[in-house]
Every structure is written in C-alpha cells, then in structure tokens.
C-alpha cells in the first residue's frame, strides 16, 4: 500500500476522533432537547463556565475580585491554594447542579406550557447572561486547563505502525487527548444509557421524555425532572469544556463550539444519544476525508465548517427527524 | 479689600483671560468583552494607561489634557462603527480601530469627516500610500511588511539561500489572514521557495486536517496569521506534533502571551513578529508605576504591564501623543482640530534620541512619515517565546522589509481603489 493510503487512514482515524469531541457537545443538547422539548442554545456557553468554574477552583482564584477590587480598592486575586484535580471536577460539578436549580426556580418554572420558541429565546438570553457572569467571575484572560490527561501525539502508536508505509509514511498521528475524549465519551454514553434503562429516576425521564402530561398524571415531578435533565446536561458541559478547554485553553470562544455540534444534531436527531455519537463520528469523519481529498487539493481547504452543515442538510432532506431521531406526528 | 480676596479676584481674572482649552480627545474603541477579549484588554489597558501617566505626569500634551473616550467594539464591525459615530461629535483627533473588519468600514467615513485613524499592523495595507489615503496612516509595519520580516529572518538563518524550501502559510480564513498571500508569493518568486497555503475556518478551534496536512508535507517553515482562539490551537497542535517551535512563525497578532501560555513548555521556542519592545525593562515604565498604578489609576486589572499586546497599546498611545506634539508645533496651537492632528501624523518623525528621551530606547523602529508614503520603512523584530521564564525575548534588530515588492503591491491595490472612488492623486 503507498504512504497516501495509510495518510488517508490516519485521516479517517482522525476525524472519528474529531467527531467524539463534536459528540460530546451535542449530547448535552440531546439531553435537554429529549427531557423538555427545548434546545438549550446556552449548552456552549455550560461548557465554558463549566470550565472556567473549574480552572478557577483549581487555581484558587477569588470570584468577583476584579469587582470586589474595583468596588472597595483591594488587591484581591487568589486564596493561595491549588486544588487537587479531582476536587475541583467535583466542585465545579456543584457549581454546575447548583446552576440547573437556579435556572429551573427562576426561568423555567415561569414558563411552563410556553411555546418551545419562547423556551428557546430564554436559553438565548440565559446563554448571553452567563457570558457576561462567567466574565465577571473569573475574567476573560485565557486559562490553561490542566487535570492530567495527558496531550500531543501517542508516540508508541507511531513507532509500531511507521514500517507500514514505506520511507514516506511516518506512522500513524493520534493525539491522546482524543484517544482519552473517545474513552470518556463510551463511558458517558454507556452511563447514560444505563442510568436511564435501570433506574427509578431514569424511567421518571424517559416518561417525561415520551409524554410531559402523562408522567405528571402518574405523580413525576416535571420541576425535579427539570433540575436533574439540567444537572447532567451541566455535567456533560463540564467534560466537554474539560476536553475543548485542555486543547485550546479556557477562554470565551469555547462557547462557539456549540456551532460545531449543531450539524451533529441534525444529523443524528435531536432525541437520542446514541444518534448524537454516530451523528458526531460521521460528520468527523466526513469532513476531514473531504478535506484531505478535495477540500484541501482542490478547493482551497478550510472547506470542514460549510461540509458539515451540507452533509446535515443532506441527511435533512431524506430524513428530517435525523438518523436516530423519533418522527413527530401531531394530530389536529 | 484684603489681600487674599485680590489674590483670588486676580486669579479669576488670569484664568478667565487665558484662551480655555478644550480636552485633547481620543477614542478609544476597545473591546474587553467576546471571543477575542483576551486580545483586546490589554491593547485598550497599554492605550489607556500612556495617556493617564501623560496627564499625570506632564499635565497633557502641552499642558492641555488628554480626555479619553472608551467605547466597547465587542470586536464587532457594526458596534465599531456605532463607537466612531457616537464619539466623533467629541472632537476625536484620531481613531485606532484596533480591527481590520471596522477599519475598511471606517476608511470613507474618516476621510469624509477630515479625521485621521491609525491602523498600525493591521486594517488596509495599501492605505501606505498617502497619496490615495490622505486620512489612513498605518506607520510603522503592515500586513505585507509582516510577511517580508517573516520571509527575511528565514533568509537571515539559511545564510540567504532558502531556493527550495517549503513555507507553509496558515491562515484565518478571513480578509485579514489572506492579506500576505499576494506578497509570499512574489517573495517565493524571488526567493525560490515552494509555498504551501492553508486555511483555517474561523473561529480555529479544529485544525487537525491542517496540522495532519503539515506532518506529512513537512513544510521548513510554518508561518501563521491566526488571530483568537485559533493562535493557541495552532501553538498547541504544532507541540502536538513535534514541530520544530523555532521554525514557526506568527505575525505580531499571534505573538501575544495568551497565544502560547495555554500550551506550557511545549511552546519553547515559538517565535512571532514585532515592531515595539517586549516585557518592561524600560525606564518608562518607572514612571508608569509612579504615576498610574501606585495612584490607583492603571486600567482594567492593572496586571497587563509589559505584556506583548499592552506594550502594542502602549506604542500606539505613544505614537499618537507625538504626532499630537508634532501638530501642536506645526500650527502653533495647543488645542489642535482633527485636520491638525492629520498633519501632525503626516510629519511625524521617530527617531532613537527621541525613544530614549521618552524612555524606551529601542522600544520600536525609527521612522518618519510623510504626505506619500503614510507607512513607514516597514520595519520588523523577531521575537522569541521562553516558556522557562514565561517572557518574550526581542532576537534581532528591527529589520528593514521587502519594499521593492511591498512597494508596488501598494501601488496597484491604492491605485485601483482610487480609479473606483474617482480619487485624485495629492503629494504632487
């Protein structure tokens, strides 16, 4: 086989990669979507306070200082500590649970039985409003991210597959923060998946998921629902602003990666979880083989982002509820 | 009367027969807010900061007070524009935009409204021609000078000959990451290097097709215009993939320590362009300490001092405040108009005696600037990244740019936009 088969390979390798970070964006959106029929456009701006909450137990840093010091003259910045890891997953992972209350007592509890479009712009407004606090909170210079997982490309996997391809090919290229983003996604989705087939709380979703008035004619609290939906959509923010964030640092662009899981969603429906992970891996794959090609040698490159979106509309035409999505029939 | 009323009554009188001098105003339009903040805060802090320790300091340019007016561009081309109408009416002098996208939306307005703006580094390259331009000034370093320093200091480490050698460019996807690609290629013309383009879709966060493309092409050289998000990706995804650091190099708006902190030791080595000083170890940042951040007046945060991007606003502060001084004399005035500002701009003179009585020896090129030609020698330093102690370190001279090419690049794009405005040609 020549050196280019083997690049091809490492491509389409890549792009699965790719698409398990695409996926564990969309997932957060499916959870949501899939409990309470709203797409939550803040999900990008969840993973970014999501990790900035983190980065920002971890380093110690006062929330509000530059407030607090601009109101009252002080020199605040730090506690002086740095928190282990772990620690600081779990409390950001509070800030985040403390989060789905606040925003199921003051904005969704105010708009039940509202249109989805009405839902939908409070999620705009709630997206916009988290911004600024994220800013006010913990500032907006760039934060490196460090829990541990380890980055750059996996050294053992290019050394024993370099004799494939002749003098041209060089093994093959995995970063292992994408080999580790593949791991946490399988262990994500197969939690998910297990939560919501076995347990007392997971029916209690799939019931509100099936039929809002029917779960709460059988006594399921919608507002508890609400809160634990959030809760785990919060949680999966924070492993993907853990991944996005160790790549690129914690700063406010994190939140455009909500952009990248849009065309996941419509390609894999916006109602199931497996379909956000299939969804992810195809639009991951797609538009990197694309890329490598015919964008790249023949159209310029750069050509991933409107690829995506093409190959979504693609999908659209034939199959509107996505590929895994539920078709929605409403009788009048 | 007693004597402390006429002291008082002849006060009065000398202050009300003194002319009153207006605020010497200057816009500030900032953006501390967005994806790009990280960017912004310290550019609008190194502005803001200049001109606080002049009036401290010097009570003004020439004793009148500078006034500056902030105003929140969110890096957004429509609120740019909104910041320069709003501001306008104040009697700004010059406008820095500090954005290529509000600059070309702002070239009609500011030279309609006789305004000058200050785009340095950025915005349109052609506006150095001050023929076509009579209100655009981009002194001291464009876009293509960039380009040039960058394809230079290849040459300087290859002993002159880089016939044969690949020179990746990655870029934003954008207008302004496009803009040396006409200039590398003329260069590569020259020069016999291969050059390999890839683009980078905004905002930057996924480069893997472009890094794989990288490792397997095995470019010599990788240079970068990346702006954002996209600096710190890239940064990593070359560390990512064992390219040699000290061959890859940024324009200044990828030299920016949030550009290569996020990716820790791995960005040992990585170089980017400049045209000012790096880190604070010039005398007037003494006075900075004395006189902005001990009183409590330094902007934002206050913990920007002497970062790259600060010292950038920092420089454009400086450069403004000389042209204001520059104006002041050629008119015999204090309190100069905008029209007066232009002139000073257009006769600004920068030279080493001057950086060493402000107290930034070699803080940037010397230069001068006229009626022709509005951007200077193009002049540019390499600037290398040491992880170990988290600083820029300059590693060479401020060095001359290509302008036998750059030159008539700015000539065929100036002259076609004045054919399409009916623009006269003036200088003659």
Same mark, same amino acid.
């Given at each position: 086989?020549?050196?280019?088969?083997?690049?091809?390979?490492?491509?389409?390798?890549?792009?699965?990669?790719?698409?398990?970070?695409?996926?564990?964006?969309?997932?957060?959106?499916?959870?949501?979507?899939?409990?309470?029929?709203?797409?939550?456009?803040?999900?990008?701006?969840?993973?970014?306070?999501?990790?900035?909450? #983190?980065?920002?137990?971890?380093?110690?840093?006062?929330?509000?200082?530059?407030?607090?010091?601009?109101?009252?003259?002080?020199?605040?910045?730090?506690?002086?500590?740095?928190?282990?890891?772990?620690?600081?997953?779990?409390?950001?992972?509070?800030?985040?649970? #403390?989060?789905?209350?606040?925003?199921?007592?003051?904005?969704?509890?105010?708009?039940?039985?509202?249109?989805?479009?009405?839902?939908?712009?409070?999620?705009?407004?709630?997206?916009?409003?988290?911004?600024?606090?994220?800013?006010?909170?913990?500032?907006?210079?760039?934060?490196?991210?460090?829990?541990?997982?380890?980055?750059?490309?996996?050294?053992?996997?290019?050394?024993?597959?370099?004799? #494939?391809?002749?003098?041209?090919?060089?093994?093959?290229?995995?970063?292992?923060?994408?080999?580790?983003?593949?791991?946490?996604?399988?262990?994500?989705?197969?939690?998910?998946?297990?939560?919501?087939?076995?347990?007392?709380?997971?029916?209690?979703?799939?019931?509100?998921?099936?039929?809002?008035?029917?779960?709460?004619?059988?006594?399921?609290?919608?507002?508890?629902?609400?809160?634990?939906?959030?809760?785990?959509?919060?949680?999966?923010?924070?492993?993907?602003?853990?991944?996005?964030?160790?790549?690129?640092?914690?700063?406010?662009?994190?939140?455009?990666?909500?952009?990248?899981?849009?065309?996941? #969603?419509?390609?894999?429906?916006?109602?199931?979880?497996?379909?956000?992970?299939?969804?992810?891996?195809?639009?991951?794959?797609?538009?990197?083989?694309?890329?490598?090609?015919?964008?790249?040698?023949?159209?310029?490159?750069?050509?991933?982002?409107?690829?995506?979106?093409?190959?979504?509309?693609?999908?659209?035409?034939?199959?509107?509820?996505?590929?895994?999505?539920?078709?929605?029939?409403?009788?009048? | 009367?007693?004597?402390?009323?006429?002291?008082? &009554?002849?006060?009065?009188?000398?202050?009300?027969?003194?002319?009153?001098?207006?605020?010497?105003? &200057?816009?500030?339009?900032?953006?501390?807010?967005?994806?790009?903040?990280?960017?912004?805060?310290?550019?609008?802090?190194?502005?803001?900061?200049? &001109?606080?320790?002049?009036?401290?300091?010097?009570?003004?340019?020439?004793?009148?007070?500078?006034?500056?007016?902030? +105003?929140?561009?969110?890096?957004?081309?429509?609120?740019?524009?909104? +910041?320069?109408?709003?501001?306008?009416?104040?009697?700004?002098?010059?406008?820095?935009?500090? /954005?290529?996208?509000?600059?070309?939306?702002?070239?009609?307005?500011?030279?309609?409204?006789?305004?000058?703006?200050?785009?340095?580094?950025?915005?349109?390259?052609?506006?150095?021609?001050?023929?076509?331009?009579?209100?655009?000034?981009?002194?001291?370093?464009?876009?293509?000078?960039?380009?040039?320093?960058?394809?230079?200091?290849?040459?300087?480490?290859?002993?002159?000959?880089?016939?044969?050698?690949?020179?990746?460019?990655?870029?934003?996807?954008?207008?302004?990451?496009?803009?040396?690609?006409?200039?590398?290629?003329?260069? /590569?013309?020259?020069?016999?290097?291969?050059?390999?383009?890839?683009?980078?879709?905004?905002?930057?966060?996924?480069?893997?097709?472009?890094?794989?493309?990288?490792?397997?092409?095995?470019?010599?050289?990788?240079?970068?215009?990346?702006?954002?998000?996209?600096?710190?990706?890239?940064?990593?995804?070359?560390?990512?993939?064992?390219?040699?650091?000290?061959? &890859?190099?940024?324009?200044?708006?990828?030299?920016?320590?949030?550009?290569?902190?996020?990716?820790?030791?791995?960005?040992?080595?990585?170089?980017?362009?400049?045209?000012?000083?790096?880190?604070?170890?010039?005398?007037?940042?003494?006075?900075?300490?004395?006189?902005?951040? %001990?009183?409590?007046?330094?902007?934002?945060?206050?913990?920007?001092?002497?970062?790259?991007?600060?010292?950038?606003?920092?420089?454009?502060?400086?450069?403004?405040?000389?042209?204001?001084?520059?104006?002041?004399?050629?008119?015999?005035?204090?309190?100069?108009?905008?029209?007066?500002?232009?002139?000073?701009?257009?006769?600004?003179?920068?030279?080493?005696?001057?950086?060493?009585?402000?107290?930034?020896?070699?803080?940037?090129?010397?230069?001068?600037?006229?009626?022709?030609?509005?951007?200077?020698?193009?002049?540019?330093?390499?600037?290398?990244?040491?992880?170990?102690?988290?600083?820029?370190?300059?590693?060479?001279?401020?060095?001359?740019?290509?302008?036998?090419?750059?030159?008539?690049?700015?000539?065929?794009?100036?002259?076609?936009?004045?054919? %399409?405005?009916?623009?006269?040609?003036?200088?003659?």
């Amino acid at each position: 086989m020549s050196a280019n088969f083997y690049f091809g390979v490492e491509v389409f390798l890549n792009g699965l990669m790719a698409g398990v970070m695409y996926s564990l964006v969309a997932l957060g959106f499916v959870l949501i979507f899939k409990a309470s029929g709203i797409f939550n456009y803040a999900q990008g701006v969840m993973a970014l306070f999501a990790a900035l909450t #983190l980065v920002g137990f971890q380093n110690g840093q006062i929330p509000f200082a530059h407030l607090i010091n601009a109101i009252f003259g002080t020199d605040l910045h730090h506690f002086g500590w740095h928190m282990p890891a772990f620690l600081a997953i779990l409390c950001a992972l509070g800030v985040m649970i #403390l989060f789905a209350f606040l925003v199921e007592r003051y904005i969704l509890k105010h708009l039940v039985n509202q249109e989805p479009i009405i839902l939908f712009m409070a999620t705009i407004g709630l997206a916009y409003f988290m911004e600024g606090f994220g800013d006010l909170m913990w500032g907006s210079d760039i934060k490196k991210l460090d829990v541990g997982i380890p980055q750059g490309g996996n050294i053992w996997l290019e050394e024993n597959t370099a004799f #494939l391809g002749g003098e041209d090919f060089y093994g093959f290229y995995l970063d292992n923060l994408d080999i580790w983003a593949t791991v946490l996604a399988a262990i994500l989705v197969t939690s998910l998946v297990l939560f919501s087939q076995y347990t007392k709380t997971g029916r209690a979703l799939r019931a509100v998921a099936d039929d809002h008035q029917a779960a709460l004619s059988v006594g399921i609290s919608l507002r508890s629902i609400w809160v634990i939906v959030w809760s785990i959509a919060g949680f999966v923010a924070l492993v993907a602003g853990i991944m996005w964030g160790s790549k690129s640092g914690v700063q406010f662009s994190l939140s455009l990666i909500a952009l990248k899981a849009l065309p996941v #969603l419509m390609l894999g429906g916006f109602t199931s979880i497996p379909g956000a992970i299939i969804g992810g891996l195809i639009i991951g794959v797609g538009e990197k083989m694309f890329e490598f090609l015919i964008g790249a040698p023949f159209l310029g490159g750069a050509t991933e982002n409107w690829f995506a979106y093409m190959l979504a509309l693609l999908f659209l035409v034939f199959r509107p509820q996505g590929l895994f999505g539920e078709k929605i029939i409403e009788r009048v | 009367m007693k004597m402390t009323k006429l002291a008082a &009554f002849a006060a009065t009188a000398i202050t009300m027969a003194s002319p009153v001098l207006a605020d010497l105003v &200057f816009p500030s339009l900032s953006y501390r807010t967005g994806p790009y903040a990280a960017g912004g805060i310290p550019f609008a802090d190194g502005y803001a900061d200049y &001109f606080t320790m002049v009036n401290a300091r010097d009570g003004g340019i020439g004793g009148v007070p500078i006034k500056m007016i902030e +105003c929140e561009t969110g890096y957004n081309t429509e609120k740019g524009v909104e +910041c320069y109408e709003s501001t306008k009416g104040e009697g700004a002098l010059v406008y820095q935009p500090l /954005s290529t996208g509000i600059t070309y939306q702002l070239i009609p307005k500011v030279t309609a409204d006789g305004i000058p703006m200050h785009t340095m580094g950025y915005g349109r390259t052609s506006a150095a021609n001050g023929k076509v331009f009579s209100n655009v000034f981009n002194y001291p370093a464009n876009y293509w000078n960039g380009a040039s320093n960058a394809v230079n200091h290849i040459l300087d480490i290859n002993d002159g000959n880089i016939e044969g050698k690949t020179i990746a460019l990655v870029y934003h996807n954008s207008a302004y990451g496009k803009e040396p690609i006409r200039t590398l290629e003329e260069l /590569s013309k020259k020069h016999g290097f291969k050059l390999s383009l890839l683009a980078v879709d905004h905002p930057g966060q996924e480069q893997k097709s472009q890094w794989l493309q990288i490792r397997r092409e095995k470019p010599d050289y990788v240079v970068m215009y990346g702006w954002g998000v996209m600096n710190q990706v890239a940064v990593q995804e070359a560390a990512n993939i064992r390219f040699p650091m000290e061959n &890859f190099i940024g324009i200044w708006w990828s030299g920016g320590e949030h550009d290569v902190l996020p990716a820790g030791d791995a960005a040992n080595g990585y170089k980017a362009l400049t045209f000012h000083g790096v880190g604070k170890d010039y005398p007037v940042f003494a006075d900075v300490q004395k006189y902005v951040v %001990e009183p409590g007046n330094a902007a934002g945060a206050g913990d920007q001092i002497g970062t790259a991007v600060y010292n950038r606003g920092f420089y454009a502060a400086m450069l403004a405040v000389e042209a204001a001084k520059t104006a002041q004399e050629i008119h015999g005035v204090k309190d100069i108009t905008p029209a007066m500002m232009r002139d000073g701009m257009e006769a600004l003179v920068i030279d080493e005696a001057k950086m060493t009585a402000l107290g930034m020896p070699n803080f940037g090129p010397s230069f001068s600037v006229s009626c022709e030609n509005h951007g200077g020698p193009g002049l540019g330093g390499v600037a290398q990244w040491d992880a170990g102690a988290k600083e820029w370190k300059l590693i060479s001279d401020y060095a001359p740019s290509d302008m036998e090419v750059i030159g008539e690049l700015i000539v065929e794009d100036s002259m076609a936009f004045a054919a %399409e405005n009916n623009i006269e040609e003036r200088c003659n």
